[in-house]
């Protein structure tokens, strides 16, 4: 669970450093924003085929 929360603290970090919004995120992944905010909350993690460089 540790790694989860990890990863939500550097995913806000990362989309605050682009200047992002959850919607303007999940529209880039084309995914939904809660599915943006389970990654952040930790909840989470996203499918490893969302990885297009974004951040």
């Known amino acids: 669970m540790q790694n ?5 603290q550097y995913t ?3 989309r605050k ?3 992002l919004t ?3 995120l999940a529209s880039a992944f084309f995914i939904t924003v ?4 389970k ?5 989470t993690y996203p499918e490893i085929t969302y990885d297009n460089g974004i951040m």
């Open 22 to 24: 959850h919607a303007e």
């Open 39 to 43: 990654w952040e909350r930790g909840v």
């Open 4 to 8: 989860k929360k990890v990863f939500g």
């Open 12 to 14: 806000v970090q990362k």
């Open 34 to 37: 809660s599915a943006v905010s």
């Open 17 to 19: 450093e682009a200047c």
